[in-house]
């Protein structure tokens, strides 16, 4: 005696195997960027690097107790900020502003390293930022400034200097 299932479950199978599709999820996903915000930064170019002042609604949110910020000089405000907790284990999170795009950046050394001057870098770029000296220029409340300079360099060609201020504080 035969089961009334049988003879469906063996369409469904032959079906199955006729359709030539795997029945696996291996292939990688394509991702198509919907607008200008999802792409990354051009790497590559031999174009200029340009920092511009990051706009009021344009800060990312950064973690971490204490910050600095990197202004270039001529522009009223910083292209450059960075956030840390206090402790040399602890990671630095920053956004920096190339041409018209905010950018994360990242590094480590805590606060301690951030006042100090830094290395950090995020897609395509690693920063630099050295103090001219290391007493400030100026002091304004709890924040200390120095003047400084910022390497800006791409990861596959192109770099360029930055003078400006670097100020630090709560």
Not at 55 to 66: F, H, N, Q, S
Not at 93 to 115: D, M, N, P
Request: net charge negative; glycine share 14%; proline share 5%.
């Amino acid at each position: 005696m035969r089961s009334p299932l049988a003879a469906p479950l063996g369409a469904l199978f032959l079906l199955a195997a006729c359709s030539g599709q795997t029945q696996t999820n291996d292939q990688p996903a394509k991702t198509e960027a919907a607008n200008d915000e999802n792409k990354l930064p051009d790497t590559g170019s031999g174009d200029p690097i340009e920092l511009a002042a990051i706009e009021k609604g344009e800060m990312l949110r950064l973690d971490g107790e204490l910050g600095c910020a990197f202004t270039v000089n001529g522009q009223s405000a910083p292209a450059f900020v960075a956030k840390a907790n206090v402790g040399d284990d602890q990671l630095a999170a920053g956004a920096i502003k190339v041409g018209g795009t905010v950018q994360r950046v990242a590094g480590s050394g805590g606060f301690g390293a951030l006042e100090k001057g830094l290395e950090m870098s995020g897609p395509g770029l690693k920063l630099t930022l050295d103090h001219a000296s290391d007493k400030p220029v100026r002091t304004e409340g709890e924040q200390k400034i120095y003047e400084a300079k910022l390497n800006v360099n791409r990861t596959y060609g192109g770099q360029q200097d930055f003078e400006g201020e670097w100020s630090c504080g709560a």
